[in-house]
């Protein structure tokens, strides 16, 4: 849908999602009268004038399709539809995505794909639809605004039966306006009239529109657009974890997000447009090489401690202090303005359109891809699983590009997921498990001389475990080379 207007391309999406018009215009209306007080302190112009009616308009887009998760789906609604301005498109999305919820712009890829001064006026202008949404939590459009500013502070006097719960309501949401406009607005509140006990929040919609994601006629560069921006927030909600370091897990969670990414790119190859695909490739490749070295000594130390071996602890001191040096540069690296454009690269490849080939459908390209990815991994049985550790890695990897394929048409695919996702991650635990003792291996073997008897019964220990788990792994693997997987993955890929 392209619309020759913004005017017209609100129309477009209001009718198509069957947006409650009141509520929408109400807090358009609250939105405008908040914008007008401050545009002059902070020199906003007309044209953010329209963006701001054009979020408050459509902050509820998502509504009629998932509920629990309409701001993100209604941005991915925005972001679907072609407005003809990437930039204006962006700030429209933004605006939907923080109106509900704490508002994670950090997380954010219509955020993080704007330069510094378009996102600055995102977050104001997503700070403004806030307020003006609290500010009709009744959902009766009864609350009225009366505004005056001074030094850059709104007083408000807010009248009607409602405007008691209504102006809570928007000061609450007020915690966006306090970071990027500054004080929360003061507000008087002169209720009157007979007062109706509100219902408040939004009333859930049962007639719902279907995830238009979930059927294989979709584009197939539109399904890896949304799910690279999962992946993008998924990735960004790991950083402040890792910052902080209070657990081993968050800096796994980051190397998962980053294999994540980096698979959905390889899968979406076709459609993708080749430079910037390639820029936000090496990017990630980047990060997790960072986080990797971490995540290494993380689950060897972890490993050590759960081990009554005497003698082992100088040989995690030293670890352990190798661990610190690389969290440390990891830390810094994702402070760094290099991991800022390449974040920026990411979120513009996940939010902007253009440069896509658009025209191939999920079911021209999602069976062959399967197949072609569970092939790959067949193709490591020579009458038998290889025995060679270099080679398990490599069988492990085309596991994991099995995986994520799967992953990828998941909100398609639905139930018959599990069947052929259970079977997989339980041979990848068993891969997984012997590439532990492989890196180990090689980490330890640096620090012997702090302690040859513990290195050495820590080593046996290990092989132990190493044989235990090659003895288990065919197992593992006859329940993927079944016919019944095979028949199972064949019945997905004819649904597509």
Not at 19 to 35: E, I, K, P
């Amino acid at each position: 849908m392209a619309a020759s207007t913004l005017t017209d391309y609100v129309e477009q999406l209001l009718v198509a999602y069957r947006v409650d018009r009141a509520h929408a215009r109400q807090v358009a209306n609250h939105a405008l009268t908040l914008f007008d007080a401050l545009s002059v302190s902070h020199m906003w112009s007309a044209r953010a004038r329209s963006l701001v009616e054009a979020g408050a308009l459509l902050h509820n887009v998502g509504l009629t399709t998932d509920p629990p998760e309409h701001h993100l789906v209604g941005r991915d609604i925005i972001l679907r539809h072609d407005l003809g301005d990437e930039t204006a498109q962006a700030i429209i999305a933004a605006i939907v995505a923080l109106h509900r919820r704490k508002p994670r712009a950090r997380i954010e890829p219509t955020i993080l794909c704007l330069n510094k001064r378009y996102r600055e006026l995102a977050l104001q202008l997503a700070a403004i639809v806030r307020v003006a949404d609290g500010f009709d939590y009744s959902q009766s459009q009864t609350t009225q605004l009366q505004v005056t500013a001074q030094h850059g502070r709104l007083s408000l006097i807010a009248s009607g039966p409602h405007a008691a719960v209504d102006s809570e309501r928007a000061l609450t949401k007020a915690d966006l306006w306090e970071r990027v406009i500054g004080p929360r607005p003061e507000v008087v509140v002169q209720s009157g009239g007979s007062v109706v006990e509100p219902v408040g929040g939004e009333d859930e919609p049962t007639d719902l529109l279907p995830l238009w994601y979930t059927s294989g006629d979709v584009p197939f560069a539109e399904l890896g657009r949304v799910m690279l921006r999962r992946h993008t927030r998924r990735l960004q909600q790991t950083v402040r974890a890792v910052e902080a370091d209070k657990t081993i897990e968050a800096v796994h969670d980051l190397r998962v997000a980053t294999r994540r990414i980096r698979a959905a790119l390889r899968l979406l190859d076709p459609v993708t447009p080749a430079k910037a695909a390639r820029q936000a490739v090496k990017a990630v490749r980047t990060l997790a090489r960072e986080a990797g070295a971490t995540r290494d000594r993380d689950v060897l130390l972890n490993d050590m401690a759960r081990r009554d071996i005497h003698g082992l602890e100088p040989v995690m001191a030293a670890i352990r202090a190798e661990r610190q040096q690389a969290h440390t540069a990891l830390v810094e690296y994702l402070g760094s303005k290099q991991y800022e454009r390449d974040l920026r690269a990411l979120a513009r490849l996940a939010c902007f359109a253009g440069a896509w080939n658009n025209r191939p459908r999920v079911k021209d390209h999602a069976g062959s891809m399967l197949y072609a990815h569970y092939e790959a991994l067949r193709a490591y049985d020579y009458n038998g699983l290889p025995e060679d550790e270099a080679i398990l890695h490599a069988m492990r990897i085309a596991g994991k590009r099995l995986r994520y394929a799967l992953e990828l048409v998941s909100d398609i695919v639905g139930e018959q997921l599990s069947e052929l996702l259970n079977p997989l991650i339980e041979f990848q635990d068993h891969l997984g498990a012997l590439n532990d003792i492989s890196v180990a291996r090689g980490l330890v073997v640096n620090h012997v001389e702090r302690a040859p008897d513990a290195v050495a019964a820590y080593f046996a220990a290990r092989e132990a475990e190493w044989a235990m788990l090659r003895t288990e792994l065919p197992a593992c693997w006859e329940r993927l080379v079944s016919a019944d997987y095979r028949r199972t993955l064949l019945a997905v890929i004819g649904d597509l």
